[in-house]
């Protein structure tokens, strides 16, 4: 079984662009229109930032042979059964068949570091959690497991590399979190998520806002590089064109 990565670095950088340049739009609209957000808010509000990396999944998707498989970005349709709670709306879906081939969840961050990691973090575990819960219980039939992603786009900035001092005045922290910058902090949970398999695949890339004309992306890790999640991504994709 051969798989196609379909360009993804080229298309990588291509969603990049597409990102900055939404927020900037996004921004410069609620100015002008007198509705200028809190903080970087007028920048995420436009909802489409990530779009270019969900048209990346999708090619992915068409260049593995999966034939017939629908993609999912946006809207109520992308609503899946949970286990904690009735429904969770992803991201992505892919579906075949009847079948849930992959669901993806797409987070940006710019600015607002230490108000927002935490946030992310209970976010992303509680999602994965009520997800396997639900496939364990039945909630999608009986299928072969589905593909689990998460991706983390970190504005590149000084003080998102900066180490960060922590207080926690009864017992020590972990290690590998003394003294972690909030870049780090992403890497560390994208691994965690990872061999704790609550995600098949969490990547972070780290992308300066200079980053609107080039596309220019970093990775931290080969476990938690982009090449990794689409790497595995475009196997699980193939393995199920394979199977039909």
Not at 3 to 14: H, M, S, T, V
Not at 27 to 37: F, H, M, N, R, T
Request: hydrophobic letters at 40%.
């Amino acid at each position: 079984m051969t798989i196609d990565l379909a360009q993804y670095d080229k298309r990588a950088k291509q969603a990049v662009k597409l990102f900055w340049g939404n927020r900037n739009a996004a921004a410069k609209i609620q100015q002008e229109a007198g509705k200028l957000d809190q903080g970087t808010r007028g920048a995420v509000t436009a909802g489409k930032n990530m779009d270019g990396f969900a048209t990346l999944m999708a090619d992915l998707v068409e260049a593995n042979g999966l034939k017939g498989a629908t993609v999912i970005h946006g809207g109520r349709l992308v609503t899946l059964p949970g286990f904690f709670r009735p429904t969770k709306q992803w991201d992505l879906l892919i579906l075949h068949e009847g079948r849930l081939v992959a669901a993806l969840e797409f987070k940006s961050q710019v600015g607002s570091f230490g108000n927002n990691f935490n946030n992310r973090t209970e976010e992303a575990i509680g999602t994965a959690h009520d997800l396997w819960t639900a496939y364990r219980e039945g909630a999608f039939g009986e299928q072969p497991k589905p593909f689990a992603g998460w991706l983390m786009l970190l504005e590149d900035h000084p003080a998102s590399r900066a180490p960060v001092t922590d207080n926690s005045p009864h017992f020590s922290l972990l290690p590998e979190f003394k003294g972690a910058s909030y870049a780090d902090r992403y890497n560390i949970l994208c691994k965690k998520m990872v061999q704790e398999q609550l995600y098949t695949s969490a990547c972070v890339i780290l992308s300066p806002q200079s980053a609107k004309k080039t596309g220019t992306y970093s990775d931290m890790s080969e476990l938690t590089s982009l090449n990794t999640f689409i790497t595995t991504l475009a196997g699980h994709i193939a393995a199920e064109a394979a199977r039909h």
